[in-house]
């Protein structure tokens, strides 16, 4: 068994209860690649009533992005773009877009946390609701960006019969990308 703290509230601990914490927790950040990996695999199967399944989608998208020459933290973004299905039914770009945001730019934050609105443009219309609703970010300067992504990226990958790329082909990425933090929520860099 590990070390514990020893503390039963943060107001009584001390610089050795953070030793031992500390050191569990970068143990614990480690596996962070290893556990997003998992967690896409969670997808497999979950078709949600479209013509191929959660991960499959996610996958294309970070296919064609790689095949379109985007570089690698897009990729990634376009592979978790979706991940958040799961735990965030109701609002899962924002769940993606917490879990890249220590990895990646503000620009590409900036557009998994909107895709959601910005990909209503080709489907909104059916549900009764406003498929403009990404207007209300006309002006934004990531707005063209994310645009972008949800026309060639995500709205077009939904086709079974694309030869798409399996997870173990973006493994390496997300284990180069999501090891160490570009961004610090903590030391005022995020």
């Known amino acids: 068994m590990n070390a514990r703290a020893s503390f039963h509230a943060m107001t009584d601990s001390t610089a050795a209860d953070y030793e031992i914490i500390v050191s569990e927790t970068i143990e614990h950040m480690a596996g962070l690649p290893e556990r997003i990996l998992a967690h896409l695999r969670l997808l497999s199967g979950d078709h949600g009533g479209f013509a191929v399944d959660r ?8 296919t064609r992005a790689q095949r379109a020459g985007k570089d690698d ?9 979706d991940i958040g299905d799961t735990l965030g039914s109701f609002n899962h770009a924002d769940v993606a877009a917490a879990v890249l945001k220590p990895f990646v730019s503000e620009r590409n934050h ?16 059916h549900l009764g609701l406003d498929p403009e609703l ?13 645009v972008e992504f949800c ?4 709205q ?14 973006f493994a390496p990425l997300v284990r180069e990308l999501m090891n ?7 030391l005022g860099s995020g």
């Open 55 to 62: 991960l499959t989608h996610c996958l294309q998208a970070a």
């Open 73 to 81: 933290e897009y990729v990634l973004c376009a592979l978790i773009h």
């Open 110 to 125: 900036w557009m998994v946390a909107n895709h959601d609105v910005f990909q209503g443009r080709y489907f909104f219309h």
């Open 134 to 146: 990404r207007e209300r970010f006309r002006g934004h300067e990531h707005f063209e960006h994310t």
């Open 151 to 154: 026309h060639e990226f995500d």
């Open 156 to 169: 077009t990958s939904f086709d079974p019969g694309y030869d798409t790329l399996p997870l173990e082909h």
């Open 180 to 186: 160490q933090p570009r961004r610090s929520l903590y």
